[in-house]
């Protein structure tokens, strides 16, 4: 059975630190695209940071660059995100996501295959 599942998320006060996990079973975790996304109440899902996991090429999201960093542990089967210096605008529900079926469009939502159940980050200003 093919999942993903998230976990680490939390309750911070602004300027605090999360980090996110994804573990993936019954998935080819090497040498494929795997990103994190975010979603606030009523808005559209949108990249947070993007890793390829079979040469380590990482993208950031303006808005977290700096801030977030995105790793990889194939023998772990798991991607991470490192959640620095957190501002309230960072409150909303991560999803950890796989498999883009074009991989031109990774940064895009709405064409990965998998997807994890989310897991809540709120930051308290």
Not at 34 to 40: D, L, P
Not at 61 to 90: C, H, W
Request: glycine fraction near 10%; aromatic fraction near 14%; charge should be positive.
């Amino acid at each position: 059975q093919v999942q993903l599942v998230e976990s680490g998320g939390g309750s911070v006060q602004a300027g605090g630190s999360l980090r996110l996990s994804c573990v993936a079973s019954g998935y080819t975790f090497s040498r494929n695209w795997m990103g994190w996304f975010r979603q606030y109440p009523g808005k559209e899902r949108e990249v947070v940071a993007v890793i390829y996991t079979g040469g380590d090429s990482t993208y950031y999201a303006d808005s977290v660059k700096g801030r977030f960093t995105i790793s990889q542990d194939n023998a772990k089967n798991s991607v991470y995100l490192q959640m620095n210096s957190l501002k309230p605008e960072d409150s909303a529900m991560y999803y950890c996501a796989a498999d883009p079926r074009k991989p031109l469009e990774r940064y895009n939502p709405n064409y990965y295959n998998l997807w994890g159940r989310g897991t809540q980050v709120s930051v308290a200003s």
